[in-house]
């Protein structure tokens, strides 16, 4: 029995293509699909040829260690947004790797300190870069002061001038929420951060046109629309969730009911030996740890309310009581102990109509951390 993703194959290539369409009106140089982690439960060699196929002019991944994969199932250029830094000796070998076995104008690195920067400038095979600034992500990437200074470098200039060097652009990863410190003016918070940007690297004159683009992460479409409004400069913007899964109508995730077992009030079940509702249903779905079922990421809590359900939430894990992802006749239903590695066992209340093996029981999951045994309907 197995963990599956079912796919409304028309629906959501469709929400693609609309994604697609709308990016283009504003950032003519095109959507850059993000395709990294678990392929944002659909898997990465997936993703990599859907994008493809929507014409884009690039693809990004988080790092090198996943470039393999997505360079097979594609034929355009992949950016990689981990920074390279010569001194991490793990990617730098798997830097190395990547550099024999695909052509150079299929990789993409992106450099965020003048280290990394100058580790690749020594390398007599072309290579092909994005600058990052540091936004206020406050992440990685040069100030607009380093960057000015980094790409004025006699050293630097003359790697581009050789054409052992290619700068494509600069690289902006901006945050989810609106920065703070920008007066109310033209355009929102983000909006004013990424031209603000583009007055720094438009002022870059010695670089050649590829270099004038700008590569951008976060921005709604209203925001496109004021960047383009107010520069010309050529814009690519990367997108991951808001492509792959904005459209959660054409995703359904389920379990399987793999054993039902009605038991007398003091049953004691599972690893934990744990007592049930009186006269419940003990109910084994497939779909455990080894799915992503259990797992969450820490809440940001940026409400009241948020903070309210989190205090509730971490009292009823105290007391031995946590809902499961999965639901049956409407209602989420309790975990009777924490999620084995590949089931989880249920209960379900006295009075309850029961499932039979075989039924599937939907699953709201968290995409990005899911592990499907099958994706159907892609194929």
Same mark, same amino acid.
């Given at each position: 029995?197995?963990?599956?993703?079912?796919?409304?194959?028309?629906?959501?290539?469709?929400?693609?293509?609309?994604?697609?369409?709308?990016?283009?009106?504003?950032?003519?140089?095109?959507?850059?699909?993000?395709?990294?982690?678990?392929?944002?439960?659909?898997?990465?060699?997936?993703?990599?040829?859907?994008?493809?196929?929507?014409?884009?002019?690039?693809?990004?991944?988080?790092?090198?260690?996943?470039l393999?994969?997505?360079?097979?199932?594609?034929?355009?250029?992949?950016?990689?947004?981990?920074?390279?830094?010569?001194?991490?000796?793990?990617?730098?070998?798997?830097?190395?790797?990547?550099?024999?076995?695909?052509a150079?104008?299929?990789?993409?690195r992106?450099?965020?300190?003048?280290?990394?920067l100058?580790a690749?400038?020594?390398?007599?095979?072309?290579?092909?870069?994005?600058?990052?600034?540091?936004?206020?992500?406050?992440?990685?990437?040069?100030?607009?002061?380093e960057?000015?200074?980094?790409?004025?470098?006699?050293?630097?200039?003359?790697?581009?001038?050789?054409?052992?060097?290619?700068?494509?652009?600069?690289?902006?990863?901006?945050?989810?929420?609106?920065?703070?410190?920008?007066?109310?003016?033209?355009?929102?918070?983000?909006?004013?951060?990424?031209?603000?940007?583009?007055?720094?690297?438009?002022?870059?004159?010695?670089?050649?046109?590829?270099?004038? =683009? /700008?590569? *951008?992460?976060?921005?709604?479409d #209203?925001?496109? @629309?004021?960047?383009?409004?107010?520069? +010309?400069m050529?814009? &690519?913007?990367?997108?991951?969730?808001?492509?792959?899964?904005?459209?959660?109508?054409?995703?359904?995730?389920?379990?399987?009911v793999?054993?039902?077992?009605?038991?007398?009030?003091?049953?004691?079940?599972?690893?934990?030996?744990?007592?049930?509702?009186?006269?419940?249903?003990?109910?084994?779905?497939?779909?455990?740890?080894?799915?992503?079922?259990?797992?969450?990421?820490?809440?940001?809590?940026?409400?009241?309310?948020?903070? =309210? /359900?989190? *205090?509730?939430t971490?009292?009823? #894990?105290?007391? @031995?009581?946590?809902?499961?992802?999965? +639901?049956?006749?409407? &209602?989420?239903?309790?975990?009777?102990?924490?999620?084995?590695?590949?089931?989880?066992?249920?209960?379900l209340?006295?009075?309850?109509?029961?499932?039979?093996?075989?039924?599937?029981?939907?699953?709201?999951?968290?995409?990005?951390?899911?592990?499907?045994?099958?994706?159907?309907?892609?194929?």
């Amino acid at each position: 029995m197995s963990f599956v993703l079912d796919v409304d194959a028309g629906q959501w290539r469709a929400h693609l293509a609309r994604t697609h369409a709308a990016v283009t009106q504003h950032a003519d140089t095109g959507l850059v699909p993000v395709v990294k982690g678990n392929g944002y439960g659909l898997g990465q060699a997936r993703l990599a040829g859907e994008g493809t196929s929507l014409g884009v002019p690039a693809l990004a991944t988080g790092t090198v260690f996943e470039l393999d994969e997505v360079l097979a199932a594609s034929s355009v250029p992949v950016l990689v947004l981990e920074r390279f830094d010569g001194r991490d000796r793990a990617a730098a070998a798997a830097w190395e790797r990547a550099a024999q076995r695909w052509a150079p104008d299929r990789l993409i690195r992106t450099v965020s300190t003048l280290a990394g920067l100058q580790a690749l400038l020594a390398s007599p095979t072309p290579t092909r870069i994005v600058l990052e600034g540091r936004t206020s992500m406050h992440r990685f990437g040069f100030s607009p002061d380093e960057l000015q200074w980094t790409i004025t470098q006699p050293d630097v200039r003359g790697a581009v001038a050789a054409g052992r060097l290619e700068i494509l652009g600069l690289s902006l990863h901006l945050p989810l929420a609106q920065p703070a410190g920008f007066a109310a003016g033209f355009g929102s918070p983000r909006t004013q951060e990424v031209l603000a940007w583009c007055g720094i690297w438009q002022a870059q004159e010695f670089l050649p046109p590829p270099a004038q =683009a /700008v590569w *951008v992460s976060h921005l709604g479409d #209203d925001e496109l @629309g004021q960047v383009r409004a107010a520069t +010309s400069m050529p814009l &690519r913007v990367r997108m991951g969730t808001g492509l792959w899964l904005q459209n959660r109508a054409a995703l359904h995730a389920h379990g399987t009911v793999l054993a039902v077992h009605p038991l007398p009030s003091g049953t004691r079940v599972g690893y934990r030996q744990r007592t049930g509702p009186r006269d419940g249903t003990l109910v084994v779905v497939s779909g455990g740890t080894a799915h992503g079922i259990g797992l969450s990421a820490p809440t940001p809590a940026a409400t009241w309310r948020q903070r =309210a /359900v989190t *205090v509730g939430t971490g009292a009823l #894990d105290a007391a @031995g009581r946590a809902l499961s992802p999965f +639901s049956w006749q409407g &209602r989420q239903r309790w975990f009777a102990e924490p999620p084995h590695q590949h089931h989880s066992m249920l209960w379900l209340p006295r009075g309850c109509l029961l499932p039979q093996v075989g039924d599937e029981l939907p699953a709201e999951v968290r995409y990005t951390t899911s592990t499907f045994d099958a994706v159907v309907g892609l194929d």
